[in-house]
């Protein structure tokens, strides 16, 4: 399988402010997902996005797949965005790969 | 819109013990993704069903066992059940078996094993 990077591991913001979360991927992908983890545990998805550009109200997510990345856009965080993001990519005819994650702590 | 239904969603379970994983997978969807997530870690692929035949397998131990139903619900059969078992498992489902669909997970049932 491929090996995914996440980057940064832990993000601290104020109420307002933007953010952006980096995936890397070790092999070309034909699957990329990115998830949140709320703090109940549950994986919620967020978008399905082997490459181009998608938005999804204040998140948006790009993905390069020419040179293995892919970038999450927060804007305008809110406490509720707090949790752990995932990505997961997945190549050729392996498993579903997900990165350590990103722990984002929105404070008011 | 219809979800991934898993039960129960917290079981609690003595060492030795047995314990049985269910999940409903989205309608129309016929492939069914097991992970499994130790605290502070991310989600491990166990194992996975097409059309009720075992279609991969990843990191799942001997004492587990999986199976797909005709309706294409899906069970986890753990067994000899220990303390490192305790994590939250995920159920995951796809339109097909093709690596570009996307799998949308249900809400875990949380095991923990004392």
């Known amino acids: 399988g491929i090996q995914v990077e996440q980057s940064p591991p832990d993000l601290i913001l104020q109420e307002g402010a933007n953010s952006t979360l980096r995936c890397n991927f070790s092999?070309?992908?034909?699957?990329l997902q990115w998830f949140h983890q709320n703090p109940w545990g549950q994986l919620i998805n967020l978008f399905y996005i082997p490459s181009g550009t998608k938005q999804n109200g204040r998140l948006s997510a790009t993905t390069v797949a020419t040179e293995r990345y892919s970038l999450l856009y927060i804007s305008s965080s809110q406490t509720t965005d707090s949790g752990v993001y995932f990505c997961?990519?997945?190549?050729?005819?392996?498993?579903?790969?997900f990165g350590k994650g990103t722990m984002l702590l929105v404070s008011p | 819109a219809a979800g991934v239904i898993q039960s129960p969603r917290h079981l609690i379970k003595e060492k030795r013990e047995t314990a049985t994983l269910k999940c409903y997978p989205i309608?129309?969807?016929?492939?069914v993704y097991w992970y499994q997530q130790g605290p502070g870690q991310d989600p491990q692929f166990l194992i996975s069903?097409?059309?009720?035949?075992?279609?991969d397998k990843g990191s799942i131990p001997d004492r587990f066992s999986a199976q797909q139903f005709s309706d294409y619900h899906s069970e986890l059969n753990m067994s000899s059940l220990e303390l490192g078992d305790s994590a939250l498992y995920f159920c995951a489902s796809s339109l097909s078996q093709e690596s570009t669909d996307t799998q949308y997970f249900g809400p875990g049932t949380r095991l923990t094993v004392l």
């Open positions: 997961a990519g997945l190549s050729g005819y392996s498993t579903l790969t």
């Open positions: 309608p129309r969807h016929d492939t």
């Open positions: 069903f097409y059309e009720k035949m075992q279609s």
């Open positions: 092999d070309s992908v034909n699957n």
